[in-house]
């Protein structure tokens, strides 16, 4: 009988080893740990790199996360040790998608329809896919961004009449040159509750608030100063992403807005959840009524890709038909008047994703010649464009921190990643105590990273229907001192998160 050589043996102890580590990721994995699955995976990596499953394994974790640069990236591993492995197109696919990068994911659902001629789901998602790439395809061929006209300049919301059945909150009428209709606290009190019952506003109105809200905020600068007057509070929120119900539960624990009671939402308002119209409207209306002290960043997710991928666009086709195309595109206008970041106390800097590359501020015109980002750069900063037109703005809407010095590339495949070396010195060199961001799901709704000086916080609990994180909010007294509250999610009515979403086929 032959004797199994120490070689052999080592082997096999390997592949238990790592079929262990599997098994420990796929349960972690079933109970929806997908950070602590990602762990596993890695371990399982690091045992035994030659089983291309564990890298899809690792990939679908990282979906879930919103690492899809990561996912990418695992899925390219995994076709390295085998090209035929069907799993790793998929996963790919997927992760292509989710990015916005259509062509690609439309290429790997080819290649694995060519494979399994006879799959029913595979021939599914390309057909999915291919329909959604060639009308985007179609309509950035049409409305190119430097030649469109704006959307501001063509609407008058005289000429849409309330319907007379329509039993819902009333705008007010003030006489300027010419009478107009304006936002007041009963109509906003109003709109906070018609919504809760899932009610529309008439176009009228719909359009009336945007054209207003677009004005006030093309006014502001892309850096805001804000200063909390003594006797009055700034509350800071993360991402809500379409979840009006939690956001109305906000309000009723930490009070509802006023010029006692200042807010500042750091984008990410829309798509995902699927009442965003709901939210943003409110949003806008409050701004529009509290224009000093109810405060909107923008967010990666305010943006023409994200919208058209994640729900915001199916929703306002599904909520306003007729007027869907006009609507989205000035939304859009909308959205690229918000401001990028807001600087509270000239000591807390508030912005919805993270700090920046350090080619990015060498190529700057700043003239310190360090290479930090400076806040005045950000000032003036042009805004009134799709983020991946300026690299402090793509940066400030999608980087994240990470526990290590340095910088990284970032698991979302987009932006960076940077330490807590990075946060000190950006900090110093702006004379701020600390950086806050949004942009990331937290467990326990907020996270104090960086020594103290990088506070991440995230205001959608129980985030897509499919989690158990809890949300939080800051509170920020004129001193500076900083209270963390959390808070679980409420129900909603029977629509599911993403139930508008185009990317939600291909998952």
């Known amino acids: 009988m032959t004797q199994p050589t120490t070689q052999s043996v080592v082997i096999e102890e390997t ?78 696919a997927t992760a292509y998608s989710f990015m916005g990068m259509l062509k690609e994911a439309r290429a790997d659902y080819r290649e694995v329809t060519k494979r399994l001629p006879n799959d029913a789901v595979a021939r599914q998602k390309y057909t999915d896919c291919d329909k959604l790439f060639r009308r985007l395809q179609f309509e950035k061929a049409i409305d190119s961004e430097a030649d469109r006209k704006r959307v501001v300049d063509s609407i008058d919301p005289s000429k849409f009449t309330v319907p007379e059945d329509y039993k819902g909150p ?119 009524l509290y224009p000093n002290e109810f405060f909107l960043n923008r967010g990666n997710h305010e943006s023409v890709s994200m919208n058209q991928l994640y729900g915001f666009e199916g929703e306002i086709k599904s909520k306003y038909p007729v007027q869907a195309k006009r609507m989205f595109a000035l939304f859009q206008e909308t959205f690229e008047a918000l ?61 994240d921190p990470q526990t290590e010095n340095g910088r990284a590339p970032s698991l979302r495949g987009t932006a960076i990643q940077y330490g807590p070396d990075v946060t000190k010195e950006f900090c110093d060199k702006n004379g701020l105590k600390m950086v806050i961001r949004s942009h990331q799901q937290m467990y326990e709704g907020y996270e104090i990273g960086h020594n103290g000086q990088m506070i991440t916080v995230f205001s959608a609990p129980n985030y897509c229907d499919a989690g158990t994180n809890k949300g939080a909010y800051i509170r920020i007294t004129p001193d500076l001192d900083c209270t963390y509250h959390k808070f679980t999610a409420v129900p909603h009515p029977d629509v599911k998160a993403m139930a508008y979403a185009n990317v939600n086929r291909f998952m």
């Open 339 to 399: 401001p990028i970041a807001h600087l509270i106390q000239e000591k807390i800097f508030v912005v919805h994703g993270g700090l920046y590359s350090r080619n990015t501020a060498k190529n700057s015109t700043q003239p310190d010649g360090d290479g930090v980002v400076r806040l005045n750069e950000l000032r003036e900063m042009s805004r009134f464009h799709q983020p991946h037109h300026n690299a402090l703005m793509c940066e400030s809407l999608w980087s």
């Open 15 to 92: 592949a238990e080893r790592g079929n262990k580590l599997k098994l420990e990721a796929n349960a972690l994995y079933a109970q929806k740990q997908y950070h602590e699955a990602i762990e596993k995976y890695t371990e399982a990596i690091e045992c035994n790199p030659t089983v291309p499953a564990y890298f899809t394994n690792r990939a679908q974790c990282h979906l879930h996360t919103e690492g899809y640069g990561a996912a990418k990236d695992d899925a390219d591993a995994a076709l390295e040790l085998d090209p035929t492995f069907i799993k790793a197109y998929f996963r790919r």
């Open 170 to 288: 009333r705008m007010s009428l003030r006489k300027k040159l010419v009478e107009e209709e304006y936002v007041d606290l009963d109509f906003v009190k109003g709109i906070t509750d018609w919504f809760r019952d899932q009610k529309t506003l008439p176009e009228r109105y719909m359009y009336t608030i945007l054209l207003q809200a677009e004005n006030l905020l093309r006014s502001l600068p892309t850096l805001v100063d804000v200063a909390i007057p003594e006797g009055t509070v700034m509350t800071v929120c993360g991402d809500v992403h379409g979840q009006y119900y939690d956001v109305l539960n906000i309000f009723k624990l930490n009070g509802f807005p006023s010029r006692e009671l200042m807010y500042l939402f750091n984008g990410d308002f829309v798509d995902r959840g699927s009442f965003s119209l709901e939210v943003i409207m409110l949003f806008l209306s409050l701004k529009l």
